[in-house]
Structures are given as C-alpha cells and as structure tokens.
Nanobody, 125 residues
Framework: QVQLVESRGGSVQAGGSLRLSCVAS????????MGWFRQAPGKEREGVAT????????YYGDSVKGRVTISQDNAKNTVYLQMNSLNPEDSAIYYC??????????????????WGQGTQVTVSS
C-alpha cells in the first residue's frame, strides 16, 4: 500500500506562483511514476505532469508546458509541482498519484493506482 499526502493548496492572483508537494509513504522499494492531475468543476480530470523517481524523466501536459516544473526529492519521498504564470483556468483540485510498473511515465490516469486526497488551487483574475 502507498499513501500520498498533498500539501495544502491555496489562492493566488493571476500571474502568481504556487508550489505543491506530495509526500509518499508505505511500500516505496521500487521506482515509480509520480504524477499530478487536476480536475476543475464540470471538467474531466486531466494530467498535469509526471516524473520517474528512478531517473527523473519528466512529462508535461500540453496545457501547462513552460509554466510548470515537476521535481523530486527521493530522500524525502516527495515530489513537487512548481506552477508559475497561473491563470484562472488553472483553478482546480490537484491530485498526486503514484503508478508502478511502467516506463516511461505518461499521464494515462488508469496507470496510477494510488491517489492523494486532492488539494484546492484557486487563481483569481
């Protein structure tokens, strides 16, 4: 079993930045993909970014490329999502998720077995 706990999100103004973190615990003996996903009201959940803990390979969703950076601290079993140049369309509940047994990491949600509880990010105009 793997438990994931996201940091508290927050509210920022358009153009601002926010960093989320996700701490993993439990069975962490293998390398895995840690992804961030988000879901806005009335919209489907979409992939934001993912990183491979075994080598740092990253992949980003088209809607956030150039504005978001995913990084990791394996010593802390923590993955970070740095978001810059935020706009109101980035408002959503953000989830981190862990997936084992596949590489390279993708944002295919069905490959991620473990999910955090989600954290709200609100961007005001």
């Amino acid at each position: 079993q793997v438990q994931l706990v996201e940091s508290r999100g927050g509210s920022v103004q358009a153009g601002g930045s926010l960093r989320l973190s996700c701490v993993a615990s439990g069975y962490m003996y293998d390398d895995y993909c840690m992804g961030w996903f988000r879901q806005a009201p009335g919209k489907e959940r979409e992939g934001v970014a993912t990183v491979y803990t075994g080598g740092g390979g990253t992949y980003y969703g088209d809607s956030v490329k150039g504005r978001v950076t995913i990084s990791q601290d394996n010593a802390k079993n923590t993955v970070y999502l740095q978001m810059n140049s935020l706009n109101p369309e980035d408002s959503a509940i953000y989830y981190c998720a862990a997936g084992f047994g596949f590489y390279p990491c993708t944002l295919t949600q069905t490959r991620y077995k473990y999910w955090g509880q989600g954290t709200q990010v609100t961007v005001s105009s």
